[in-house]
């Protein structure tokens, strides 16, 4: 575990933070004027290997140390809000925000101890709510032993799987605040990511997908980017405790959340392309939910349906989200490919994303196969 401290004046300004990986949905800009929560577990930290610039908003939206860690070279060290220490906030420093702070002006918490710019605070509306550590003006200093990362099957045992759906909260207008339940945020970047690699994966042919919660994430999607009238590869959900068919060529696998290391099948579906999930989508796409309704009599069980009021559902077809479909697949080299750029043709038109428009060939076109990493 590591404090980190100011590299001007050594002042501690974080409590004892272990690494993990960085959510998939750290750089999701959702909706307009949404009520994110906070983005970092309390007491971990993240490396994120881009500098932080304020995410773009569309037309429809109006509103290192000597000892560095891999990835540590350049980007922020994200943190919990309620794990920094020792700073002030330059209340100036707000970027183009509208209900909060954005971070597009740079680094808006300075040292308490020696004035220096040390971390950036954001939680403006619509973006998940973090402190993003300047790596040049912090050092970290070991304080003790790393906690050993939990096995498959220890984080599978405990089934803490995301909920497809989640109350939503918008800052208050001129009608004052609103709640509704919508698609969540995390399963629609969680989407975005996974979307980019079934495109790469595909190779130009139709891909199916299982039923149920899989086909509203991917199906549409798919259907419109991709031809008809091919023989259509598969793509299945696999991982611990469920093994791959032999011959798969697509699995859906998760990502371990604190080492981010895809799980990877065995045996003859060893070599299938692996499209990475957060492990909590995936826990819930591979678990039987809803528990079927059962009679009871006495005080409500826990785990017992309730018919009144009536579960409260979206009120649209899911969505992925843009900004991490480009992301990732700008990342990856693959999106090269001419076949790929007239998918990406076919699916603009259809607007299934959050945002209207996806990446253009032209995009394509300007990435270089070698200038990123492929994205996990």
Known sequence: MFVFVCAGCDAELTVALYRVCLPVHAR???????QLPVLMEPGTFALDPDPWERPRRTEDEPC???DALPGE???DIVIAPGDIRGTRLIPDMRGGACCGIDGADGPNLVCMACDLPVATRIDDCSLWQAVRLDRHAVRRVRVGIDPAPSSWEELTDKGEGTSPVAPIATWGGRLGSNRCWSWSPQWAAAAGRALAHLLVASEGSPIGVPDGLTADMFRPALDAALPAGLPPRCAVLAGPG???PGGSGIVLVPVHPQTGHVWMPSGPAASAYPVPLPLGVWLWLTSHRPYPPMPASGRMPRDVLRDDPIPLLPNGPFQADRGTFERTLLG??????PWLREALARHASVGLF????VVGAADIRSVG????APTP
């Open 28 to 34: 999701q800009v959702y909706g307009n004027g949404v």
């Open 64 to 66: 290192a140390p000597a």
């Open 73 to 75: 070279e350049r980007g």
């Open 242 to 244: 469920h093994p791959a």
């Open 332 to 337: 990856l080299t693959a999106a090269q490919a």
């Open 354 to 357: 959050q945002t209207s428009g």
């Open 369 to 372: 196969t070698a200038s990123r």
